[in-house]
């Protein structure tokens, strides 16, 4: 049986390609495909972005290589700042006890 | 209901901090929290390390700052090279179809 680390890590790919393989090119996210990802799967963040245009400046960010696609490495340093992020919440605000 | 995205981010936290509090300082991961998390929830991946100094050198790795202790942050970067190193057999090997 796969390990939670595990579940985890497929759960990245498993998401990003749901996405990536909804129109053009299979393994990367266009910005209608990002757009539909953040507001499906990171609602709350795509929430507390009061700017209308920041899918926009996401995918800017994100696209590394200015193809205006984002691949999986790109994808993932998404993943990575807000659970950075949270992390430090999570440090500052909750009491660490093992789970 | 929180996103498959969002629970798989939670989950990178939670099992993090579920072995960086178990001795020591509770924010980051010693050498034998590291070992234990890596035989725990990535059993296939050290499994497939022939090498008995696998987490050593992991740990010299990841630990970027040199301080003998992996954050979060260095913890991140393991999770996202396996990600990535798993992704890409995904692309290679799976016939990429919506989930």
Do not use: W
């Amino acid at each position: 049986m796969p390990s939670e680390l595990e579940i985890a890590m497929e759960s990245l790919i498993k998401v990003f390609h749901r996405y990536a393989s909804k129109e053009g090119r299979s393994g990367t996210l266009s910005r209608r495909e990002l757009r539909e990802l953040m507001e499906n799967e990171l609602t709350n963040f795509l929430r507390s972005q009061k700017d209308p245009a920041a899918v926009d400046k996401i995918m800017r960010d994100l696209d590394t290589n200015g193809d205006g696609q984002v691949d999986f490495e790109e994808f993932v340093s998404l993943v990575v700042g807000l659970s950075i992020a949270c992390e430090q919440c999570y440090q500052t605000t909750v009491a660490i006890k093992p789970t």
